[in-house]
């Protein structure tokens, strides 16, 4: 009978691992915003670690440009200015609208009827944090059949970066809410019959993700356009 430390059982994670991912997740939930100070001290004494797992984290998500460090100030949760977040949703597009395209042939019927009902659930949403967690959820439940895991990985990366910033969450105008539930509805239709070829799926659903940017930048745009 093999004991619970034997070598060929689970690893336990480290307390730098673990540190990490419990920093990470309180910074992709919301509960530490952009710009909130990272103390070492104060983080090690919650994790109920030493400052030294806890720095080593904070520099792997200063890798991953979750974290920023500012002269004399320290490590902060990263803040996006209108270039950096515009620039996500750019890359975001290009890359969904390819995963589209690789996703569809292995698309099942379960699958879209997953999509379908989280799209149900965004069209009665307001648009909030939960919003954008449906959004997705929504997005990954196509994304993730793409036949290329690196696509998947950046995909991801590039969500976690837009849902850590915040930014869509308090941009995202309701309008455009509705919008995109009708944009859903037509990708999952063009899924189903199976008609379009991987061109014009992908152009689709990139400029599903571009309309985003529009829509913001129009919204931005109107009181603007009323104060002069």
Not at 16 to 29: F, P, S, T, V
Not at 55 to 68: D, F, K, N, Q, T
Request: hydrophobic share 40%.
């Amino acid at each position: 009978m093999q004991s619970e430390h034997s070598s060929t059982g689970p690893t336990a994670p480290s307390k730098h691992e673990l540190a990490y991912r419990r920093i990470r997740q309180r910074i992709i939930d919301g509960r530490y915003q952009p710009g909130h100070r990272l103390v070492l001290s104060t983080l090690a004494r919650e994790l109920d670690v030493s400052p030294v797992p806890v720095r080593e984290a904070i520099r792997r998500l200063e890798a991953e440009g979750l974290v920023s460090f500012e002269r004399n100030v320290g490590a902060r949760v990263a803040t996006l200015g209108t270039d950096d977040w515009v620039q996500l949703v750019e890359m975001l597009a290009l890359l969904d609208g390819y995963a589209f395209a690789d996703a569809a042939p292995r698309m099942t019927a379960e699958r879209i009827a997953t999509a379908r009902d989280l799209n149900a659930q965004l069209r009665v949403e307001q648009a909030n944090e939960r919003t954008m967690a449906l959004h997705r959820e929504f997005h990954r439940t196509i994304f993730g059949c793409c036949g290329n895991r690196h696509v998947i990985e950046a995909l991801e990366w590039i969500w976690d970066r837009i849902d850590a910033s915040r930014v869509l969450a308090s941009l995202y105008p309701p309008l455009r809410l509705q919008a995109a539930v009708e944009e859903h509805d037509e990708l999952l239709d063009r899924l189903e019959r199976g008609e379009d070829d991987a061109g014009t799926l992908e152009a689709c659903a990139r400029e599903h993700n571009l309309n985003t940017i529009r829509a913001i930048r129009s919204a931005r745009a109107q009181p603007e356009a009323r104060g002069q």
